[in-house]
């Protein structure tokens, strides 16, 4: 640690102060003061005036303390420098006038290679993030020139992101980097550094930069193509990014469709997706999108019935699409896995996932089937009580207090899942001839009627009924809604 003290001296950093530091009396050292909150770790640093500056971590990352009033006289948004000499932390206000334009870039220069060989070695299973260590950069910066921070540069983090890196945790990496591990699952190494290197030449293009070497990227590897066209179609690309794009690349194509798509442009992309196949077919993504596409197109002979239960199907599908698949998943992290079928139903439903399948596929939807899929919008949600169970035939009566309305289903697998008495959580749909169960219903435990019955007021909150069947039930006497999560 000595010599590490030995090789700072002199050196300044400097950062940002806000009004919620200033209030708390520690400065945030994740990124601009990193490396001083290394070295006060323990121990601590003298701080010229008297006392000491010590590193305090918790869940934000470290922060600098020192004694009592250490910081008076600094304002919000006043940028402070740190300066270490003689072994102790000098604090001053600074202004950032004059500071060196050619040193600056060095810094971020140094700081972009050291990001791209941490991506590297992330990629190879040697490092376990895809970025630098902030602290560890400018120590080698300081091995290899002394004199780097001599005098104030503005805040490392500022200055690194205007430089089209990414701060993350005191790690610096690429505009891109994986920092969500789980989003480069099952890729190759090779796989991981162009995934993250598109990415980046995607969300940095600035109207001028040539994209053909990302694009090319992308033509070598069909993982990373599928991974990126599904980030695309969740933000879609801006129109400058769009036109820069070469139309004659597959892949650029693929990336244009999915982008339409993703603002609601489905008839438009199916016409692009044609092009991605006609140019290379068998391009396992531009496969399923084309096949997805031809079937919303139903067949003009078949009865509605049978039209209306393919386009409930062709609405599941919909909503696994890149753009929507997280509603789902953000159903199942509050409920139970095995009711993902029937989360799904309120995915679609009350996030209006069925009003944008009208809007973006109307093209090739006939008009009845146009009719029918606006009545379906406007069906709630309702819980059911099984007043009846004959052969193939299921009774239900509404279980709301004062609602009597009775229904009589012909389904084939209701009346042998079903008894008198149970009550089921579900939405009756009109199939052309009368009303049909489509999805999955949910059982609910009678003695929980009165709280399942509170969560269906317009709007109903789809992520508090979700969290309904992961609950157990309340004790007796309980009120509604005060349900508890099972042990663990």
Not at 172 to 179: K, N
Not at 451 to 456: P, Y
């Amino acid at each position: 640690m000595s010599e590490l003290v030995t090789l700072c001296e002199g050196t300044v950093l400097t950062h940002l102060v806000t009004r919620a530091e200033l209030e708390a009396g520690a400065l945030e050292a994740s990124d601009d003061l990193r490396l001083w909150a290394r070295l006060a770790d323990r121990g601590g640093l003298p701080l010229a005036g008297g006392g000491r500056v010590r590193t305090a971590v918790d869940e934000g990352g470290p922060r600098l303390t020192g004694p009592t009033g250490w910081l008076a006289g600094v304002e919000p948004q006043e940028v402070i420098a740190l300066r270490l000499r003689g072994g102790e932390l000098e604090l001053s206000a600074t202004t950032l006038t004059g500071f060196s334009a050619e040193r600056a870039m060095l810094v971020t220069q140094e700081f972009a290679e050291r990001a791209l060989d941490a991506l590297r070695a992330f990629a190879e299973g040697l490092e376990p993030a895809p970025g630098a260590p902030i602290d560890v950069v400018v120590v080698d910066l300081l091995t290899k020139a002394p004199g780097t921070f001599a005098d104030p540069l503005p805040p490392l983090a500022p200055l690194l992101r205007e430089a089209s890196l990414e701060v993350r945790g005191g790690r610096v990496g690429i505009v891109g980097a994986p920092w969500d591990i789980a989003s480069v699952a099952g890729l190759a190494p090779l796989d991981v550094v162009r995934l993250a290197l598109v990415r980046s030449a995607l969300r940095t293009y600035d109207g001028h930069a040539d994209l053909s070497r990302a694009i090319g990227l992308l033509s070598r590897s069909e993982p990373v193509l599928e991974r990126i066209a599904d980030e695309v179609e969740r933000e879609p690309l801006a129109p400058a990014l769009i036109a820069a794009l070469p139309r004659t690349e597959p892949a650029a194509l693929l990336l244009i469709a999915r982008s339409a798509e993703g603002e609601g442009r489905s008839f438009e992309a199916s016409g692009i997706i044609a092009e991605v196949l006609s140019a290379a077919p068998g391009t396992a993504p531009a496969e399923r999108d084309a096949a997805e596409y031809a079937a919303c197109r139903t067949a003009p002979g078949d009865p509605l019935p049978t039209r209306a239960a393919h386009l409930f199907r062709q609405l599941l599908v919909y909503g696994r699409r890149p753009a929507r698949r997280r509603l789902v998943d953000d159903l199942v992290a509050l409920s139970v896995r095995v009711a993902e079928p029937a989360l799904a139903d309120l995915a679609l439903f009350e996030n209006d996932v069925v009003g944008e399948f009208l809007s973006a596929r109307s093209e090739w939807l006939r008009d009845d089937e146009a009719e029918l899929l606006e009545s379906w919008r406007r069906t709630p949600l309702r819980l059911w009580e099984v007043t009846g169970v004959a052969g193939d035939e299921i009774t239900l009566r509404g279980a709301a207090p004062g609602d009597g309305e009775t229904v009589r289903l012909a389904d084939e697998l209701l009346p042998r899942q079903a008894l008198p008495g149970d009550l089921m959580l579900t939405r009756l749909l009109d199939d052309g001839t009368g009303p049909r169960v489509f999805g999955h219903p949910f059982k609910v435990d009678p003695a929980r009627r009165d709280e399942m019955l509170a969560l269906l007021t317009d709007p109903v909150d789809p992520y508090a009924v979700a969290a309904f069947f992961r609950r157990v039930a309340p004790p007796p006497g309980a009120a509604p809604g005060g349900g508890r999560r099972p042990a663990r």
